[in-house]
């Protein structure tokens, strides 16, 4: 039956992966991108070769106004008949700096802003228009953890505060440091499964949400706010360690993250994917207070969406 997968971050690296196994598992999904500037149109006329159904909507994650436009332009079309039913969203964008006071032009810390927010908002958003049964995968990480086991003491552990501080610049120590950008990333990682937790218990049934860690996958677009040397070693030397079980290549990342798109991998609602089983993520992930605290303050920060 013909269905759409809304996807996020699908111009490189793990997405690139999952979106061309999606378009080669799947002919009948149509895969609606979202992509920046004209990312988008590049990405649709080398993904969408032979006929396969490709589209796009343009948006700046970092900017809540162009992401509140993205998801009514999507909103707008399936109305329309121009898509066939909505059963998918993947939210596979995520951004890491090498500090933490970039700001978005909504005020917002950027790190927070992308892995956070723009998400919630298209959840949101778009939650009214799926057909179920749905599902929603967010691609999480295990930074979240915060040990050497998961990371390999390459990423600081995440340093939870109160997501109205959580969400603006400068909520770590040493705001212009790449400690602080990794921190911000490894607390918003955090702060989405968390997210999955409490949208688990909110949505309509018959829309399961996924949180996917895809572990440690070098050779991807994340570093590429990193100085030269770590771009270097990100793109020419860490992904040498895809042959030890250290690391997971982007190939297998993104069949992973495919597979759960399309339900092939079994998981329930709330549930934390970690490569292709179902997992506990922290123990620290597990507290529906916070998660409570933190559904709050995106239904504010985001402007109430319904």
């Not at 979106?19 to 895969?31: M, N, V, W």
């Not at 396969?52 to 106004?65: E, G, H, K, Q």
């Not at 040397?229 to 042959?243: D, E, G, K, Q």
């Not at 089983?277 to 507290?287: F, G, H, K, L, N």
Request: one cysteine or more; hydrophobic letters at 40%.
């Amino acid at each position: 039956m013909p269905s759409t997968i809304v996807m996020t971050g699908a111009s490189s690296g793990i997405g690139r992966a999952a979106a061309q196994r999606i378009l080669r598992e799947s002919p009948d999904t149509h895969l609606l991108l979202v992509a920046r500037g004209s990312t988008g149109a590049h990405l649709t006329a080398q993904l969408g070769t032979g006929g396969r159904p490709v589209s796009y909507v343009t948006a700046d994650l970092a900017s809540l106004n162009s992401v509140r436009s993205a998801a009514e332009e999507i909103r707008a079309r399936l109305d329309d008949g121009e898509l066939p039913p909505l059963h998918g969203f993947v939210a596979n964008a995520g951004v890491q700096y090498t500090n933490a006071r970039t700001e978005t032009p909504d005020g917002f810390e950027a790190t927070f802003a992308v892995n956070v927010l723009a998400n919630h908002l298209f959840v949101r958003r778009l939650q009214g228009d799926f057909a179920r049964p749905a599902r929603i995968v967010i691609t999480a990480s295990d930074t979240h953890f915060g040990d050497w086991r998961h990371n390999l003491g390459m990423v600081p552990g995440p340093l939870w505060n109160t997501p109205d501080t959580l969400a603006r610049p400068c909520a770590f120590p040493d705001p212009d440091t790449t400690t602080a950008g990794r921190t911000a990333y490894s607390t918003s990682k955090l702060a989405a499964i968390h997210l999955v937790h409490e949208y688990a218990r909110r949505l309509p049934t018959g829309i399961d949400v996924i949180a996917y860690n895809p572990g440690f996958v070098p050779g991807t677009g994340l570093a590429r706010n990193a100085g030269p040397l770590s771009r270097f070693a990100m793109r020419r030397i860490l992904p040498a360690l895809t042959l030890t079980p250290v690391a997971t290549s982007r190939t297998v990342a993104g069949r992973h993250l495919a597979d759960l798109a399309l339900g092939t991998i079994r998981a329930p609602t709330g549930s934390y994917v970690d490569h292709a089983r179902v997992a506990r993520s922290s123990q620290e992930s597990y507290d529906p207070r916070r998660e409570r605290e933190l559904w709050d303050a995106a239904e504010r920060l985001v402007g109430s969406p319904g």
